[in-house]
């Protein structure tokens, strides 16, 4: 698996940077990150309030385990966006 950390650039961040900032809407203790497409100090400490929020280690990497259940917590928050809206 690959793992982003401090100062990495990847068209993939850019979609990490999106997630969180859906995520940070939904969660005020999760900052917003910036769209740089780089794992810079803001996004870094998102992943790290992301991580603490989900009760995984508080690294500031984009890893595996990050990626996993940032998928998760993303896709759940949309479903309950989405019913939200329909109501």
């Known amino acids: 698996g690959i793992v982003f950390t401090l100062g990495d650039s990847d068209p993939h961040i850019y979609l990490i940077q999106a997630m969180l900032a859906q995520l940070a809407d939904d ?11 780089t794992l810079d100090w803001e996004t ?12 995984l280690p508080e690294n500031g990497n984009a890893d595996r ?6 998928s998760r917590q993303f896709t759940l928050s ?10």
């Not at 966006?81 to 109501?87: D, F, G, L, V």
């Open 78 to 87: 949309a479903h309950h966006n989405a019913m939200k809206a329909n109501e």
């Open 44 to 55: 870094e400490r998102s992943l790290r309030a992301f991580q603490h929020f989900a009760g």
């Open 27 to 37: 969660h005020q203790q999760i900052p917003h990150p910036a769209h740089t497409g």
């Open 65 to 70: 385990i990050t990626w996993k259940n940032l």
